[in-house]
């Protein structure tokens, strides 16, 4: 049976893997980088969506910086300034899993093996509104039941005393209130993280911090460190009319470069809700990028705790009885320099249930870079001590192993 799904598993990464062959990114360029006139390398440590230090300057400064693009300008510089062009790019993802459950009758999950073919296909719109405003549209463009505009955040962020400070308008269907700025790799923000499995190499991914939000965010940051204390609702397009923005979102991280390592280490806190709907977590993460041997690497530590419902309310992050916890380490080494790495990660988890609480995970796999913005990624997750209340899909009988292969591109 292990050989037959081995072969299943063979198959599906050679068809896709010739698909990817066949992808023509001499033209793919994202839409940041066709403003700042800068390959998307300039932006990302080992590959996307990993940020470097200029990287993090690029998105703590609002969207704004410029390049060889011209300019529509105004009078006076602060009356108008925008991109000659409105910058776009498209970004997709194609996905094989596979589980080692079994499917219940008419009912295919990924123990049957899914191509996810898009598993995202997504239009986004970026950039520069004026010298001190930018923003960015993600509009989702293939699921019918999900609402077109799946993010927007408009940053007008200001220099006041040598520092960055300002607000941030955001809404989200499903990255959480760390939507609404974000600067480290640690998978704080759903889409900001170095592996597909999210759940497996990201506390705050595992306590289920990546939901609709809605609110706006009052940050201040400079090179070394930022703040971002942000007010907001656990909605997205639905139900805006008259939400109250009753949750409470504080995040700081400090960012030293210690020798050549470019470092970083936080702290997240959500609390608040209304009517008995509270959000109510924690986290702590840390990051080390820098070189090892000549090649380059990436540590990951998070550790993060979604506190249990009191009685006669609910937690937005934990319906169990018990704390949900989670504490995960994740090294990517660059076996090849920014084209190919090597990835190893391991979670020890409480899912905060009554019985078959023990929810951990080991996940190994890898990147390699069709170019810098086409990617291959493949990993493969074990559950070593889950029970049936917390393994893969698979209904008859619950997996505890998934294998994702995956073809990624922004153009």
């Not at 000549?294 to 992050?317: C, M, Q, V, W």
Request: proline share 4%; net charge neutral.
């Amino acid at each position: 049976m292990l050989a037959s799904r081995f072969r299943k598993i063979l198959f599906s990464l050679a068809v896709l893997a010739t698909t990817a062959v066949f992808v023509t990114p001499s033209q793919a360029v994202p839409a940041f980088a066709r403003q700042t006139g800068k390959a998307c390398a300039s932006c990302h440590f080992q590959h996307y969506p990993a940020l470097n230090d200029y990287g993090r300057d690029f998105k703590a400064s609002g969207f704004v910086d410029m390049g060889k693009q011209g300019t529509v300008k105004g009078t006076k510089d602060n009356e108008l300034s925008i991109p000659e062009m409105l910058n776009a790019s498209v970004f997709l993802k194609v996905r094989h899993q596979q589980s080692n459950g079994s499917d219940l009758p008419d009912t295919p999950t990924t123990a049957s093996g899914q191509w996810q073919a898009p598993d995202e296909f997504a239009l986004l719109l970026g950039g520069r509104v004026a010298p001190n405003i930018g923003f960015l549209i993600e509009a989702q463009l293939i699921d019918g039941a999900a609402p077109t505009l799946a993010g927007f955040k408009m940053p007008m962020i200001y220099n006041v005393a040598g520092k960055k400070a300002g607000i941030i308008p955001f809404t989200t269907d499903a990255l959480g209130v760390a939507y609404g700025f974000e600067l480290l790799n640690t998978g704080a923000v759903r889409n900001v993280r170095v592996a597909e499995h999210r759940n497996e190499t990201s506390a705050q991914q595992y306590i289920g911090t990546a939901t609709g939000a809605v609110g706006a965010a009052f940050v201040v940051s400079d090179a070394s460190w930022f703040v971002n204390f942000s007010r907001w609702a656990p909605n997205h397009i639905e139900g805006l009319a008259g939400v109250s923005l009753s949750s409470n979102y504080f995040r700081a991280a400090y960012m030293p470069a210690i020798g050549d390592w470019d470092v970083g280490i936080g702290g997240q806190m959500w609390s608040g809700g209304s009517n008995g709907a509270n959000t109510n977590a924690w986290a702590l993460d840390a990051q080390m990028q820098g070189m090892f041997m000549s090649r380059p690497i990436g540590l990951y530590l998070t550790h993060a705790n979604a506190e249990a419902p009191k009685a006669g309310e609910t937690n937005l992050f934990n319906t169990a009885p018990n704390a949900k916890t989670a504490t995960t380490i994740m090294l990517e080494y660059g076996i090849i320099p920014n084209k190919a790495t090597l990835q190893l990660a391991y979670r020890s988890a409480d899912n905060g249930k009554k019985v078959d609480s023990g929810d951990n995970a080991v996940t190994f796999g890898g990147t390699y870079q069709l170019a810098q913005n086409v990617q291959l990624q493949l990993q493969h997750s074990n559950r070593t001590k889950a029970g049936n209340n917390g393994r893969y899909e698979g209904s008859s009988k619950p997996g505890d192993a998934l294998t994702t292969f995956m073809l990624s591109a922004g153009f």
